[in-house]
């Protein structure tokens, strides 16, 4: 038999970690699929400028609520119709993807920092500083996201960076429960201890033997948070008091079209539609990571 038959051979009966996870994420289809999903909405959403057919703000009043082109009257000038300004649904759709990962990617990194310092302290330390942050994540708890967002919203009032900053220090808490569990988990664990008594410093051994050890969680929770803050935008931006217009966002778009959605249904169907699909993409996303990378599924 020769040497590359052998190699072969081992390959299959030995894979290395590297392929073990690859053949892991290609037999995922909920991974597969909510990792397509997002790449395409992601791939819109940047090269929004490149692809949208006409200027999303741009308004033409003679030419209001034209209808999709599966409509007969439709026209492929402007594939998805136009609004109640007339400016064309399928620019706004393109530019609205851009507001909903943006608002979702920052709000998740700054929700991130806050609750994993939070959880990371509170798991590894224990005594009084687990008792303040467990009372943080309870007073969290124990006030209702959505109307939390909207006081503070009236009173600041609304634009993008506010609903930003808002959701980030609103939706921490996931963060903080989970990366506390899972560092208490760790602290006693053998490596760690090891790494004390070597004289290693905290700052150390956090970084270089807890963080790693946690990383998974915290990939898991980073995509449903990313989810989480996209539907609180939507939902802000429904009551009018999220992003203002003449920004495109969906759930803004959703709401101003729910005076004509018994004549034109299609006008909140279609952002309705991509929303949902890209929450349901990344939430697959998040799902798939946690199985592919869970401990129990590297045997």
Known sequence: MSEQAIHQIQEVAFPTPGQLLKQKTLAHRGFLIGATVLLLILAVAILAPVLAP???????????????????????????????????????????????????????????????????????????????????????????????????????????????????????????????????????????????AIGCSTPRILMTEIMPNILNNLIVIATLEIAHAILLEAALSFLGMGVQPPLPSWGLMISEGKEFMLFSPWIITIPGVVLSLLVLSINLMGDGIRDITAPEARS
Do not use: C
């Not at 999709?68 to 530019?95: A, F, Q, V």
């Not at 209702?144 to 808002?166: D, E, K, R, Y």
């Open 54 to 196: 006409h200027d999303p703000y741009h308004q033409d009043l003679s030419r209001r609520m034209i209808n999709p082109i599966w409509h007969p009257d439709g026209s492929w000038e402007h594939p998805l119709g136009t609004d109640n300004l007339g400016r064309d649904y399928l620019s706004r759709l393109m530019y609205g993807a851009r507001i909903s990962l943006l608002i979702g990617i920052s709000a998740m990194i700054i929700s991130g920092l806050i609750g994993t310092s939070l959880g990371v302290a509170a798991g590894y330390f224990g005594g009084r500083v687990d008792m303040v942050v467990s009372f943080l994540i309870t007073t969290r708890l124990s006030m209702p996201v959505v109307l939390v967002a909207l006081a503070v919203v009236a009173l600041i009032g609304g634009s993008l960076n506010v609903i930003i900053w808002v959701l980030g220090f609103l939706i921490w808490d996931r963060f903080a429960v989970v990366m506390r569990a899972s560092t208490q988990q760790l602290r006693t664990i053998d490596y760690v201890s090891a790494a004390k």
